[in-house]
């Protein structure tokens, strides 16, 4: 059972373009984390929020978890091809770091 | 500069066949983990160590088996190898304390594993 919910699973656009991803569960997390995977290597941490209603910003990309801590939105601002990746958001619910992942969402950006 | 290394990078084995997978990280982190990711299915907890001699079982433990006899690595071990294990598994490590913005888990570059 897939505890994570990531949409859409697949998403291709152009350059300068904005995009948004989306993390949805029915369980409440202490924490929740995205990443970005590319090919052949392993998911590197892009941010991690703690508090319902969190907003942060890394750059053109911005990251707001949900009030009730159920669900997660990463957003791009004006694309470009160095984004592409396998966005993955993972949760978890304990202090030792057991994260559930989504099954991710594989984002495209043409020049 | 190393992080958390992963050996072999990739491995076929036959039906049967045991293998370790090995894992080391240079941090000196307490916490590592062990994951595989199926393709479409993200990445699915294996085992996990909060420390040298302290190991429990994550989300999908059966047919695998871990040790963590010292601080920097922690192998991963397939008995008798099977089609369903067919996989990319990676290997993470984070320093000790809760999950916070500054406390960041670092993956290993995977290993690719087909059993045949």
């Known amino acids: 059972t897939q505890l994570l919910e990531q949409s859409p699973q697949f998403l291709s656009i152009q350059e300068g373009e904005n995009l948004t991803v989306y993390c949805n569960s029915s369980s409440v997390f202490s924490s929740l984390q995205w990443y970005r995977q590319e090919p052949g290597e392993g998911p590197v941490l892009l941010v991690t929020v703690v508090t319902g209603g969190e907003v942060k910003k890394l750059k053109r990309l911005t990251f707001q978890f949900g009030d009730a801590r159920k669900d997660s939105s990463l957003h791009i601002t004006a694309a470009q091809p160095g984004d592409t990746g396998l966005y993955l958001c993972a949760g978890s619910t304990d202090s030792w770091g057991k994260f559930q992942f989504g099954a991710g969402t594989q984002v495209v950006v043409t020049p | 500069n190393a992080g958390v290394t992963q050996t072999p990078k990739f491995r076929i084995l036959k039906i049967g066949q045991s293998m370790t997978l090995q894992c080391a990280q240079d941090?000196?982190?307490?916490?590592m983990y062990w994951y595989r990711q199926d393709p479409g299915m993200g990445l699915k907890l294996i085992y996990y160590s909060v420390g040298a001699g302290i190991t429990d079982k994550g989300e999908v433990p059966n047919g695998y088996n871990v040790s963590r006899s010292t601080t920097e690595d922690f192998p991963l071990r397939l008995e008798l190898a099977a089609p369903s294990q067919t996989s990319v598994y990676f290997c993470a490590s984070r320093p000790q304390g809760g999950v916070s913005a500054k406390n960041i888990q670092y993956f290993g570059a995977g290993t690719r594993l087909s059993v045949l």
């Open positions: 941090m000196n982190h307490n916490y």
